[in-house]
T-cell receptor, first 114, second 109 residues
Framework: GAGVSQSPSNKVTEKGKDVELRCDPI?????LYWYRQSLGQGLEFLIY????????KSGLPSDRFSAERTGGSVSTLTIQRTQQEDSAVYLC????????????FGSGTRLTVV | GQNIDQPTEMTATEGAIVQINCTYQ??????LFWYQQHAGEAPTFLSY????GLEEKGRFSSFLSRSKGYSYLLLKELQMKDSASYLC??????????FGAGTTVTVRA
C-alpha cells in the first residue's frame, strides 16, 4: 500500500477483555516496529521485527502483550486481559530495512480501556 | 538502557528561531532522527544525522556531535503551523529506534 495502515483507528474495550491491533506495513518494507504513546508522553518501544530474524521483544511491558508478523508483512499486536493503564495510542512504523532511515508511521490505534 | 533527554516545552514568536536540544546516552549509535508530531497525528520524519555536523533542509537544520552525545534541531522563520511536538530518536547498535519524550513547541503570533 501507499502508507502504513493500522486498524482499528479507535478501540474501546472493557477491562479484562483481549484486543487485537493490526498493522499493514508499506509493501516491501522488511522492518516493522510497534510503539505505545500515552497522553502527552513520548514513544515507548514495544517490539521490533526485521525480516526473518527473531523479533526484539525487549520493550513488551508484560506477558499480557504479544505480537506476531505473518508472512513478513501484516503484524498483529495482542493485549490479553486489558487493564486501564494499557490505554494509549499504539503506533506502528515500517522501513525498507533496519539500516534505512525512512521510517514511516501509521496513524495509530487509540485504545481506551474502561 | 537508553536515555534521551530534551526539554518539555518551548515557546517562540512567529518569524523567530528556536533551537531544540537533545542529549543521549545509548548502547551504541547508528543514527539520530528528528520527527515532527502534530496533535492527534502520526510522527513525520524531519531529519537524519549519522556523521558529525550540520544537515540543512530548508527552514529546518539538525546538528550532531557524537563525542558529546548531543544534537539540536533548529527551526528558522517560525510559522504558526510549526506548533507541534518534536521528537528526538536514536538508533542503537541493535538498530532499535528509541525516542525522547518530545518537546512541545508553541508558536505565538
Amino acid at each position: 500500500g501507499a502508507g502504513v495502515s493500522q486498524s482499528p483507528s479507535n478501540k474501546v474495550t472493557e477491562k479484562g477483555k483481549d484486543v487485537e491491533l493490526r498493522c499493514d506495513p508499506i509493501s516491501g518494507h522488511t522492518a516493522l516496529y510497534w510503539y505505545r504513546q500515552s497522553l502527552g508522553q513520548g514513544l515507548e518501544f514495544l517490539i521490533y521485527f526485521q525480516g526473518n530474524s527473531a523479533p526484539d521483544k525487549s520493550g513488551l511491558p508484560s506477558d499480557r502483550f504479544s505480537a506476531e508478523r505473518t508472512g513478513g508483512s501484516v503484524s498483529t499486536l495482542t493485549i490479553q486481559r486489558t487493564q486501564q493503564e494499557d490505554s494509549a495510542v499504539y503506533l506502528c512504523a515500517s522501513s525498507l530495512g533496519d539500516r534505512d532511515y525512512g521510517y514511516t508511521f501509521g496513524s495509530g490505534t487509540r485504545l481506551t480501556v474502561v | 538502557g537508553q536515555n534521551i533527554d530534551q526539554p518539555t516545552e518551548m515557546t517562540a514568536t512567529e518569524g523567530a528561531i528556536v533551537q531544540i536540544n537533545c542529549t543521549y546516552q545509548t548502547s551504541g549509535f547508528n543514527g539520530l532522527f528528528w520527527y515532527q508530531q502534530h496533535a492527534g497525528e502520526a510522527p513525520t520524519f524531519l531529519s537524519y544525522n549519522v556523521l558529525d555536523g550540520l544537515e540543512e533542509k530548508g527552514r529546518f537544520s539538525s546538528f550532531l556531535s557524537r563525542s558529546k552525545g548531543y544534537s539540536y534541531l533548529l527551526l528558522k522563520e517560525l510559522q504558526m503551523k510549526d506548533s507541534a511536538s518534536y521528537l528526538c530518536a536514536v538508533r542503537d547498535n541493535d538498530y532499535k529506534l528509541s525516542f525522547g519524550a518530545g518537546t512541545t513547541v508553541t508558536v505565538r503570533a
